[in-house]
Nanobody, 124 residues
Framework: QVQLVESGGGLVQAGGSLRLSCAAS????????MGWFRQAPGKEREFVAAVNWSGGSTYYGDSVKGRFTISRDNAKNTVYLQMNSLKPEDTAVYYC?????????????????WGRGTQVTVSS
């Protein structure tokens, strides 16, 4: 089992950058693929990005390709989401998620473990 805690959200102007972090508990972090999702008010949850257990493979949602970068540090049990060129439509609660490795990253469900989320607000 793994517990996830997100941090790094906040208010930023359009065109700015933020880096989200997700700290995971437990000694088996490297056995999990990690993902970031987001949910805006009144909208369904949206897949943002995923990284495999080693960090050697990543996958992105179309709306963030070229602007966001996912990475992980297994020594620190942490996954990151670097968000650049932010737009007002990126405003959402961002969630970190984990699942046992083995599935293709393009298969964006299911993830069995979730954090509580961190709010990102992009002003125009």
């Amino acid at each position: 089992q793994v517990q996830l805690v997100e941090s790094g959200g906040g208010l930023v102007q359009a065109g700015g950058s933020l880096r989200l972090s997700c700290a995971a508990s437990g000694r088996t972090f490297s056995r999990y693929d990690m993902g970031w999702f987001r949910q805006a008010p009144g909208k369904e949850r949206e897949f943002v990005a995923a990284v495999n257990w080693s960090g050697g493979s990543t996958y992105y949602g179309d709306s963030v390709k070229g602007r966001f970068t996912i990475s992980r540090d297994n020594a620190k049990n942490t996954v990151y989401l670097q968000m650049n060129s932010l737009k007002p439509e990126d405003t959402a609660v961002y969630y970190c998620a984990a699942r046992s490795t083995g599935l293709s990253l393009s298969y964006t469900a299911p993830y069995g473990y979730w954090g509580r989320g961190t709010q990102v607000t992009v002003s125009s």
